[in-house]
């Protein structure tokens, strides 16, 4: 069964460093979204991609933050210096049709540490 | 921001009764709402959803019931199964913001054998 694959896993960074968050989307999906789960939080939606360019984000998705599709088939979030409050669970997820026929497939998460 | 509003963090029920998870949310913007399943160091898992048109959408063990009045809405699991045991979460889409999820905090279920 296809599915949204992250990497990585799980990455500790310094505060201030730029963090780059890989996802590979289900092949034939259109719609690209970013969510984050802070520990203890509701899943929070950050920023959604569709036609090589943001449809919609969230007040969350600052400057701090980019998504990008850099080779057709990986979908990127950078935050660029990274805060501690940045720590978080990052789920990447795709969907065939965006929401208004169909659900989202998340992949597995990120964990991102900001010390 | 509590549009979406999951008012039991957990619920406790025994192996092949009902389980009932609810739901409510603030914004009558809100038009289509899905329910998600997410295991420990896993994605949430598309489990079912209901358009604001329908007041109710079967599919197998779950049944999804929107009663738009009340702007509410719950997950019925029946007969529940050990395998069961997650977190729940509701998602409401609006219908300004079409690509948006906006999720509840989260209901852990746990089914006992």
């Known amino acids: 069964e ?9 990455q500790v ?8 968050l890989r996802c590979v989307p289900i092949s034939n999906h259109l719609y690209f979204y970013w969510y984050r789960q802070i520990l203890g939080q509701k899943v929070e939606f950050l920023v959604s991609f ?11 998705f600052d400057d701090q933050f980019s998504v990008e599709r850099p080779d057709g088939s990986n ?7 990274t805060k501690l409050e940045d720590s978080a669970m990052y789920f990447c997820a795709s969907s065939e049709q965006g929401l208004s026929t169909g659900e989202l497939f998340f992949g597995e998460g990120s964990r991102l540490t900001v010390l | 921001d509590q549009q979406v509003k999951q008012n039991s963090p957990s619920l406790s029920v025994q192996e092949g009764r009902i389980s009932i998870l609810n739901c409510d ?3 009558s913007m809100f038009d289509y709402f ?29 049944t999804v019931f929107l009663n738009k009045s009340a702007k ?3 997950l019925h699991i029946v007969p529940s199964q050990p395998g ?30």
């Open chain 1, 2 to 10: 296809p599915e949204v694959t992250q990497t990585p896993s799980h």
């Open chain 1, 13 to 20: 960074t310094q505060m201030g460093q730029e963090v780059i």
């Open chain 1, 50 to 60: 569709y036609n090589n360019e943001i449809s919609e984000k969230s007040e969350i």
């Open chain 1, 75 to 81: 979908f990127t979030l950078k935050i660029r210096s």
């Open chain 2, 25 to 27: 949310y603030t914004n």
């Open chain 2, 34 to 62: 899905l329910w998600y399943k997410k295991y420990p160091a896993e994605g949430p898992t598309f489990l079912i959803s209901i358009s604001s048109i329908k007041d109710k959408n079967e599919d197998g063990r779950f």
């Open chain 2, 72 to 74: 509410h809405l719950s």
């Open chain 2, 84 to 113: 069961d045991s997650a977190v729940y979460f509701c998602a409401a889409r609006n219908n300004n913001a079409g690509n948006m999820l906006t999720f509840g905090g989260g209901t852990r279920l746990m089914v006992k054998p």
